[in-house]
């Protein structure tokens, strides 16, 4: 039960989306104060250097020897040029989203720039977070360019009632450059004499040979033949879409058929005979016995000791896994999804968005959150920051585009060139932008012209890449959004357990009973949610003009 204080703070909250829905903002830009116009609207430093301080709440870095807490370059760079301090209020990637839903729900002590756990309606209906819009438009105006010239994001973006109540980082121009989707060590394929796998039934074939075949040549039998990222999900992720099927990854486990009807991939009779499949594979130790448990980092460290034959990640972790085992003839390659024929296999585009960041009603200066958010994510000098780190160090400029130095290329310490980045604050987890055109597009390809035959990779794979509906994007209305909560965690609940049942072969595959028990728990329910919500988009979409965030 709520105290009195968190009660009294939800009612002030409600109050504050009563403003919102009404057109105005809880906190309103004070008509009476103005930016300067340098710099677009606003002069640098925002501040004088030393009075002006910005908490920021975010996943800690992903390159974890180094902190935000340590003062890295990027971010020592940016406290130079806007003047203002940031007080890091950051946790391992593992501990953010629980820990930062609990402070959430305590609704006090909230950092000024929050990474939202779910859903920006969620915490904006308690008047958690601020709608920007009336911020944007009279203090960034280099996110308000952005918005303009990109409407796509802004209709993301923009809740049914009209308002923004976050930034997300911008995606679509890594979809191409950094794919996601099947790794396999090309050099254990070679040195078996086996080609690359391009169906469902090879790829069985191919894992089998790493089991039984000692391609790491240790004469022992200790090769783990797929190791998944993200547990089940990883498994459902690369391996449904060899049958047409999305059921995890970007999608969720929900898409639309070619007449625009929200479906959910597990309710597809291709489903058990997927699951079907899975349970065999783990039967025959392919899959990794502790695929459910094991983190990214135990991973990597069984890849660095030559025992994982496959997984699933992005593109540039190839670089980063032949790095780790540190061989000459190890090669890890991005392999063509598997499928039948050409015609069906795909990989899932990412974009165009990913992860929610808002400006907390606990922020005492929010024209100085969204100056700073302004200049880190859409301002070309501060964007730049983020993702090529400092000139002179880890970029150099020639003809005007930034070009990345033996710092990144050739990394003194050996390390591949997203942690080099990463280890300097750039390649952040604040919001940032990677779009298709323009001078925010340059870092996805400037990655590429480091390493040519992940280039060519890359490039192999493009025919492949598929759009998903933005199903998962699309925002909510209050109602939605607390009908679709019960109902989404129940259901999702129950597709993890039982799946991973079936898969560790301690429950028997009784499909009919899986996708009733599915029926009960309102699968029906949740899918008339998104219908109507995909509806919105659609009518949305067609009611105003579009620039294209997915094509290369």
């Known amino acids: 039960m709520l105290t009195n204080r968190i009660a009294i703070r939800r009612i002030a909250g409600l109050a504050l989306l009563v403003l919102a829905l009404s057109g105005c903002d809880g906190k309103q830009p004070d008509a009476s104060v103005g930016g300067g116009e340098q710099d677009g609207g606003y002069t640098l430093p925002l501040v004088k250097e030393g009075t002006g301080t910005l908490t920021v709440g975010v996943t800690d870095n992903f390159y974890t020897p180094k902190s935000y807490t340590q003062q890295l370059p990027v971010w020592q760079e940016v406290e130079k040029r806007t003047g203002v301090s940031i007080k890091w209020d950051v946790k391992p990637t593992e501990q953010y989203n629980p820990l930062m839903r609990i402070r959430l729900a305590a609704g006090t002590g909230l950092p000024d720039i929050v990474q939202l756990p779910d859903s920006p309606v969620t915490y904006a209906k308690d008047g958690l977070i601020l709608p920007l819009n009336s911020w944007i438009d009279r203090y960034a105006p280099n996110i308000k360019a952005f918005l303009e010239r990109y409407p796509d994001i802004r209709r993301l973006l923009t809740a049914p009632d009209g308002n923004i109540y976050a930034l997300a980082s911008v995606v679509s121009g890594a979809d191409y450059t950094d794919p996601s989707g099947l790794l396999i060590r090309k050099d254990w394929l070679d040195k078996l004499g086996l080609p690359e796998p391009t169906t469902l039934d090879e790829w069985h074939a191919v894992l089998k040979a790493f089991k039984e075949r000692d391609p790491n040549g240790n004469g022992i039998a200790d090769e783990i033949p797929f190791s998944p990222r993200y547990s089940w999900g990883g498994l459902a992720e690369v391996f449904g879409h060899a049958m047409g099927l999305h059921l995890a990854g970007y999608c969720r486990g929900f898409d639309v058929d070619e007449l625009g009807r929200v479906r959910y991939g597990w309710l597809d009779p291709r489903a058990e005979e997927f699951v079907v499949r899975l349970r065999r594979m783990f039967e025959e130790g392919l899959i990794d016995a502790e695929f459910m448990t094991k983190k990214s980092e135990k991973i990597l460290s069984d890849i660095s000791l030559g025992l994982v034959g496959a997984t699933n990640h992005f593109l540039n972790a190839t670089a980063r896994f032949n790095a780790a ?28 968005i990913a992860t929610y960041y808002g400006i907390s009603n606990d922020a005492e200066d929010p024209r100085l959150a969204i100056q700073w958010l302004d200049y880190i994510y859409a301002n070309e000098e501060g964007a730049r920051l983020l993702a090529f780190g400092v000139e002179g160090l880890s970029y150099r400029m020639e003809d005007g585009k930034p070009v990345f130095t033996s710092f990144v290329a050739d990394h003194p310490d050996g390390l591949d060139p997203i942690n080099a980045l990463r280890s300097i604050g750039a390649f952040p987890t604040l919001p940032w932008i990677r779009s298709t055109d323009g001078p925010l597009s340059l870092q996805p390809k400037a990655l590429l012209k480091l390493n040519p035959a992940m280039e060519e990779q890359a490039r192999r794979v493009e025919p492949y890449m598929v759009d998903v509906p933005p199903l998962r994007f699309l925002l909510e209305t209050k109602e939605e959004d607390e009908a679709a909560a019960k109902l989404s965690h129940d259901i999702n609940n129950f597709v993890e357990e039982s799946i991973l049942k079936f898969i560790y072969g301690t429950e028997p595959i009784d499909w009919p009973a899986f996708t009733s028990r599915l029926k009960e728990l309102g699968i029906d329910k949740l899918l008339a949610i998104k219908q109507k919500q995909y509806d919105r988009y659609r009518r949305a979409n067609a009611s105003a003009p579009s620039a294209s965030v997915s094509s290369p």
């Open 325 to 352: 085992v540190g061989t000459p003839d190890v090669n890890w390659i991005l392999a063509l999804p598997p499928g039948e024929s050409d015609d069906v296999r795909f990989y899932e585009k990412a974009g165009p």
